[in-house]
């Protein structure tokens, strides 16, 4: 059973940064496409950022200047740098194969809030 473990999230002022983290089990972590993935109150989650088994990088262009998607093979995690953060960026932050696979859930995700 894939399982996705998200840490990292908190609450921070506009201007700062976090590094989220994401440690998956369960499945052969190094071919898979892992995604970050985030859901606003009332709004439906969205794709971040992925990264190919082989590190390739693609964001959603509004965040491409701000978030850093990467991967550690070894460890079977995934991160995401997030700096200059607005108060837009508050959502509940989610990993997840990408594309996303049939059967594979959601963990419980890592919330972030950015206020003043």
């Known amino acids: 059973q894939v399982q996705f473990v998200e840490s990292g999230g908190g609450y921070v002022q506009p201007g700062g940064s976090l590094r989220l983290s994401c440690a998956a089990s369960?499945?052969?972590?190094?071919?898979?496409?892992m995604g970050w993935y985030r859901q606003a109150p009332g709004k439906q989650r969205e794709l971040v950022a992925s990264?190919?088994?082989?590190?390739?990088?693609n964001y959603a262009d509004a965040l491409k200047v701000r978030f850093t998607i990467s991967r550690d093979n070894a460890k079977n995690t995934v991160y995401l740098q997030m700096n200059s953060l607005t108060p837009e960026d508050t959502a509940l932050y989610y990993c997840n194969t990408a594309p996303l696979r049939v059967g594979i859930s959601w963990g419980q995700g890592t919330q972030v809030t950015v206020s003043s």
């Open positions: 369960g499945t052969i972590f190094r071919l898979r496409g």
């Open positions: 990264i190919t088994p082989g590190g390739s990088t």
